[in-house]
């Protein structure tokens, strides 16, 4: 394996995260209407969940992260090929987001902040979840059923990510 | 309408909750196991998704809900008898449930503190979203999908929330 590449990290927003998936935040939603005698604000269908393909259904958990250290080796991706994964975090800090099109390119890095959440599309090559500063947890909605929904592939090249 | 009743608000649990749907929190989950190489704890299936009967599909909203004051009026509950909807606070503040098995029974009244979420099960009786101290926003997953779903119901008492 050659000398590490350095992956450059850029602001998580919906246009640049579109060909991944979804950015689950209110700000810029498409849709927002006020609900419940005007006292709450409803920012409507802000990730496609795709769980129930071939006997799937979707399920809600808490992961519950520990911090990386950066600088941080990326090595390997994985996808879930039968269903979208949505993180969205239940605390305030930013955490890290590595994804690719295809394994054989180079990677996008995206850090999330201010609670923004992030649901991959089915397939999607993304790096396990990568907290920063503090053990924290994230909202999971994803796929159970039956068949193989992990994939996962080594890089052939050490990509670097650090802020 | 007669003077109002005092609801006993209690803390939320599991088991005080069960009637109405689940808790989605860490603490106690029944199922907890480690993933992604060691870094990361999935407390898994924390709550039941009904979202797809009769054509419907799971939605993930924001609700950004404007804090009550107390001691709070309640006067109407809502059910939702085609699906669930799942409700978990974005942030740190406290907020109030309050929910009846019969709409023509004493109403139910819930603290939910420490992050706690919660899923109402399809068709149960509940209050609209009440946040307490601060602006305050909600993951939300619920239905969307043809047919009505959304009954309300004027109650014959004007029950009193405090804490």
Do not use: K
């Not at 941080?72 to 955490?95: D, K």
């Not at 054989?104 to 500063?133: E, K, V």
């Amino acid at each position: 394996m050659s000398a590490p590449v350095t992956l450059v990290v850029t602001p998580l927003t919906r246009d640049a995260f579109a060909p991944f998936g979804d950015v689950i935040e209110a700000a810029g939603a498409a849709t927002a209407y006020a609900i419940n005698a005007g006292t709450t604000t409803r920012f409507h269908d802000l990730a496609t969940i795709d769980a129930a393909r071939d006997g799937g259904r979707p399920v809600v958990s808490i992961f519950r992260a520990q911090p990386r250290e950066l600088p941080l080796h990326v090595r390997m991706l994985e996808r879930h090929p039968l269903g979208s994964q949505a993180f969205v975090p239940l605390g305030p800090q930013p955490y890290l987001i590595v994804v690719a099109e295809d394994p054989s390119l180079p990677p996008r890095a995206f850090l999330a902040r201010d609670g923004q959440g992030i649901n991959y599309r089915a397939g999607t090559w993304h790096h396990p979840l990568l907290a920063l500063h503090a053990v924290s947890d994230f909202l999971v909605i994803d796929r159970a059923g039956p068949g193989n929904n992990c994939d996962e592939v080594e890089l052939d090249t050490d990509y670097l990510v650090t802020l």
